[in-house]
């Protein structure tokens, strides 16, 4: 299957959702469960760091209904506790900026090197949050 510009931009539109989810699973965490002012500030900060000019071109390419791993697996169905929340949400979110930092090297090269800064922003804040627990 050839990559097209709407396959391309679906891929974008997926990992900008699964990027934002994935810090705001982790903010709050910080802000409600473990009252780290600072953390869940950084965390926020970066979320809204994680946006890209002219979202809605993304948005238009977005099709749930033949998304072919829509369905949740096994491992996604458990949690232990409030840490394996963490770890889980903050690797998904250092993955999708990841996948954006490459995708977005076709399209625009400042977008993809914003998302480089993030995902290293992640690495730092996933230090911060383990330290404290």
């Known amino acids: 299957m050839a990559t097209t510009k709407n396959t391309l931009h679906r891929l974008i539109d997926a990992n900008l959702n699964r990027l934002r989810e994935g810090i705001r699973v982790c903010e709050d965490i910080e802000r409600y469960i473990n009252n780290n002012k600072q ?3 950084k965390l926020k900060s970066i ?3 994680a946006r890209v000019k002219d979202g809605e071109i ?3 390419s977005r099709d749930i209904i033949g998304d072919v791993l829509k369905e949740t697996t096994l491992s996604e169905t ?3 506790d409030i840490k394996s929340i963490q770890i889980s949400n903050i690797k998904r979110a250092q993955e999708s900026a990841r996948v954006l930092e490459e995708s977005l090297k076709l399209i625009d090269t400042k977008e993809a090197e914003k998302f480089k800064q993030i995902r290293y922003e992640l690495y730092d ?3 911060g949050i383990f330290e404290n627990i």
Do not use: A, G, I, P
């Open 39 to 41: 953390l869940s500030q």
């Open 47 to 49: 979320r809204h760091e």
């Open 58 to 60: 993304y948005l238009k």
């Open 78 to 80: 458990k949690r232990e």
């Open 125 to 127: 804040v996933e230090k």
